[in-house]
C-alpha cells in the first residue's frame, strides 16, 4: 500500500519541475511593451520577470468607479502602427459619452489619437499610469442611442475604423469610417458607410492583430464555442453577410479581451461569497500552453473593459530609441535573443559549403587524370607489344579451358541403359 504516497510524491515532483512559461517565452521576443486598459486607467509595463505576473493581472485597479463614470464608455482601444516603420506607433481610444445636459438622443462617439515616444516609461520596469488626455488629437461625431454601440475594430493598415452596434430589435449595424490625417494633427472622418440586417449577429469577443492582419471572434456553434480568425480585408462579408472564418481554437470559454502581438488575453470574473476574483491568462497565438494569474478586486471596482495592446520589436525600438532607432541594430538585438547569429551568417556557411563540395569534386577529377598520366608516362614501348610471361600462361591456361571439355558431363545427357544394341 506504499505505492500510493509514492506515486503523489512522485506526480508532486513533475508538476513542481514543470517549466511556466514567461511573457518573453510566450512573446518569443524581449523587445515588447505591455500596454494595459482597464475602463479609463491606462498602465504600461516595459518587462516582465520570468517568476511574476505583469502588474495589470497580479494587481488590477481596486479604485471604486466614480458615479460619473457610468457617463462614460469606452468601446475600444487601439494601436495606430505604420507598416514600413516610417513612424512610432500610437495610441487611439473610442469611448461613448452620454452628456447630462443633453438627451440621450445625442450619445457621442469620441475618437483620441496619442503619440506614445514617451521615453521615460522606459526608465521603469514597473506599472506607471500615463494622463493623455492633454497630449491628444480628439475628434467626436454623434451616434443615436436607440443603437447600442458594442465594441470597436481597428485596421491600421488601411486606416478604417469599424463600430459594431445592435438596436433594441435585435438589428445589427456596422458602420465604417475612414481616418484621415493619423500621423499628424488633421485628424479627420472621411467617409461614413453603414451596414445593417434585420437578425443579430452570433458572434462576439472580436479582437484585432495589427501584426498579424486579423480580427478573431468567437462563435457559438452546435453547443461548442469555437474561436476564429479571418483576414482583416474579410470584416465586411463575415460579420455582415455571415461568411464563416477560420476555426483555430474548440471549447474556447474564456472571454478573449486582446489577440494584439502574437498574444491572447484573457480575463474571467468569478464572484464569489465573499470575495470577487479576477482570473487573466496569457497564451500565445499558436494556442500552446501559457500562465494565468488571480487576483481579489474590490465588487464596485471590477473594470467593465479590459484590453491588452502588445507592441514589439520594430515598434519597441522606436519608441525606446526615438532619434537614435536603427533598424539593423534592433533586428540584430531579437537576432541574439533567438540565438540566432548575425544576419546573412547561415547564407555564409551554406556558401561556403557549397565552394568546399566543388573543390573536392575538382579534386578527385584531378586525381583520376593524374593516375591516368602515370599509367600511360611510365609504360614502355616493349611491355605494350611483349606481353610478360604472366599473361602469357593465363592466356594459355584460359585457350585450354575453351578447347577440352570437362570430363564431367550433364547427367541428363548420359546413356544409363544395360544394354544399348538392344
Request: with cysteine.
Amino acid at each position: 500500500m506504499r505505492i500510493m504516497p509514492l506515486l503523489a510524491v512522485f506526480t508532486l515532483l513533475i508538476a513542481c519541475s514543470a517549466h511556466v512559461p514567461s511573457v518573453d517565452d510566450i512573446l518569443q521576443t524581449n523587445q515588447y511593451v505591455l500596454i494595459s486598459q482597464q475602463d479609463v486607467l491606462t498602465s504600461i509595463q516595459t518587462s516582465v520577470p520570468s517568476d511574476r505576473c505583469p502588474h495589470f493581472m497580479a494587481k488590477p485597479s481596486n479604485k471604486p468607479r466614480s458615479k460619473h463614470s457610468s457617463d462614460v464608455r469606452v468601446l475600444g482601444v487601439h494601436l495606430i502602427r505604420d507598416h514600413l516603420s516610417r513612424s512610432p506607433p500610437m495610441l487611439m481610444t473610442v469611448t461613448q459619452k452620454y452628456p447630462s445636459s443633453s438627451s440621450v438622443q445625442h450619445q457621442q462617439i469620441i475618437i483620441q489619437t496619442f503619440a506614445l515616444n514617451v521615453t521615460d516609461v522606459f526608465q521603469s520596469k514597473f506599472r506607471r499610469g500615463v494622463e493623455f488626455a492633454k497630449k491628444a488629437e480628439a475628434r467626436s461625431f454623434q451616434a443615436f442611442a436607440t443603437d447600442r454601440s458594442i465594441t470597436t475594430l481597428f485596421d491600421s493598415m488601411n486606416h478604417m475604423l469599424y463600430l459594431l452596434t445592435s438596436s433594441p430589435s435585435a438589428n445589427f449595424k456596422m458602420y465604417q469610417y475612414y481616418l484621415k490625417g493619423l500621423y499628424n494633427k488633421g485628424l479627420s472622418i472621411a467617409s461614413n458607410v453603414e451596414y445593417s440586417q434585420s437578425s443579430s449577429s452570433s458572434r462576439y469577443d472580436w479582437q484585432e492583430d495589427q501584426y498579424s492582419g486579423k480580427f478573431y471572434y468567437k462563435e457559438k456553434v452546435d453547443a461548442e464555442v469555437g474561436l476564429f480568425e479571418i483576414p482583416m480585408n474579410t470584416l465586411v462579408p463575415t460579420a455582415f453577410e455571415g461568411e464563416p472564418g477560420v476555426k483555430i481554437a474548440e471549447n474556447y470559454n474564456e472571454t478573449l479581451s486582446g489577440a494584439n502581438g502574437g498574444v491572447f488575453f484573457n480575463v474571467d470574473i468569478v464572484h464569489g461569497k465573499n470575495s470577487t476574483t479576477m482570473v487573466s491568462s496569457l497564451m500565445p497565438s499558436s494556442l500552446e500552453p501559457g500562465f494565468k494569474c488571480e487576483a481579489t478586486v474590490n465588487k464596485s471596482s471590477v473594470p467593465f473593459f479590459n484590453k491588452l495592446i502588445v507592441i514589439r520589436e520594430q515598434d519597441f525600438c522606436m519608441l525606446r530609441d526615438g532619434l537614435k532607432y536603427n533598424r539593423a541594430n534592433c533586428k540584430q538585438e531579437q537576432r541574439d535573443f533567438l540565438g540566432l547569429g548575425p544576419e546573412g551568417e547561415e547564407s555564409s556557411i551554406v556558401k561556403w559549403l557549397l565552394v568546399t563540395c566543388i573543390i573536392m569534386f575538382m579534386v578527385i577529377v584531378l586525381l583520376f587524370v593524374y593516375i591516368y598520366w602515370l599509367r600511360a608516362t611510365f609504360t614502355s614501348d616493349y611491355d605494350r607489344t611483349h606481353p610478360n610471361e604472366y599473361e602469357t600462361e593465363a592466356s594459355l591456361f584460359v585457350a585450354k579451358q575453351r578447347s577440352f571439355p570437362s570430363v564431367y558431363q550433364d547427367p541428363a545427357l548420359l546413356d544409363v541403359s544395360v544394354d544399348r544394341w538392344n
